[in-house]
């Protein structure tokens, strides 16, 4: 069985300070994890994705996740906000070893930018 | 690349009535596709998953007699949602993974804002 804790359901940071989204992860198999981005009434776009290379994972729009097994986590980070990064963020597990397991989202985290 | 279409993007029917929403898969072959549904301000839960030229598989929960999918193409999937009523009311997203993809690889659709009036 696989699952996806995100610790906050919304995050509120000032225009160019760090972000930080917290994810934790269970699952059977080796996972693989991704963060998936989504702009009000808009649909998902991905934002990087852990398939057992490198833990240290760099997406788009200057966005990256550390993978951490001991830690069962998958945080996103970035450096410097803007304020188009607003949006709703989904944390995503998939079992590589179990055939056609589809994704199971996180419950979301929103993310405000305050100029 | 990579690019999924969901149509219409917006509708609003009475209760009572069917409606139709399509995914497409406009420069890839999609031998799965997935079928989605987000209410407001929650997380996306599936409802299905989409074969070409089989029947879906519905999670459980989800009444496979209300929402009747069809996956006729490699490139097309149709959810019908029967005899709508408000409370299927809720943002329908598709997802398609290209086939011979990574079994994790879902390429998602803009979505489709139900309403049931």
């Known amino acids: 069985a696989q699952s996806v804790t995100q610790l906050d359901s919304h995050v509120s940071v000032s225009e160019g300070t760090p972000v930080l989204l917290r994810c934790n992860y269970s699952s059977s198999y080796s996972p693989s994890l991704f963060w998936y981005v989504q702009h009000p009434n808009k649909g998902l776009q991905l934002l990087l994705k852990y398939t057992s290379a490198a833990t240290l994972v760099k997406g788009i729009n200057g966005f990256e996740a550390e993978f951490k097994k001991s830690e069962t986590s998958f945080h996103l980070t970035k450096p410097s906000a803007h304020m188009s990064d607003a949006a709703e963020y989904f944390c995503?597990?998939?079992?590589?070893?179990?055939?056609?397991?589809?994704?199971?989202f996180g419950k979301g985290t929103r993310l405000s930018v305050i100029a | 690349g990579a690019v999924v279409s969901q149509h219409p993007s917006r509708v609003i029917c009475k209760s009572g009535t069917s409606v139709k929403i399509e995914c497409r898969s406009l420069d890839f072959q999609a031998t799965t596709m997935f079928w989605y549904r987000q209410f407001p301000k929650q997380s996306l839960m599936l409802m299905a998953t989409?074969?070409?030229?089989?029947?879906?598989?519905?999670e459980q929960g989800v009444e496979k007699d209300k929402f009747l999918i069809n996956h006729a193409s490699l490139t097309l999937s149709t959810l019908t949602v029967t005899s709508a009523h408000p409370e299927d009311s809720s943002f329908y997203i598709c997802s398609a993974r290209p086939t011979g993809g990574g079994t994790d690889t879902q390429y998602f659709g803009p979505g489709t804002r139900l309403t049931v009036l």
């Open positions: 989409s074969n070409e030229g089989s029947k879906a598989t519905y």
């Open positions: 995503v597990v998939s079992s590589r070893n179990s055939g056609n397991t589809p994704l199971v």
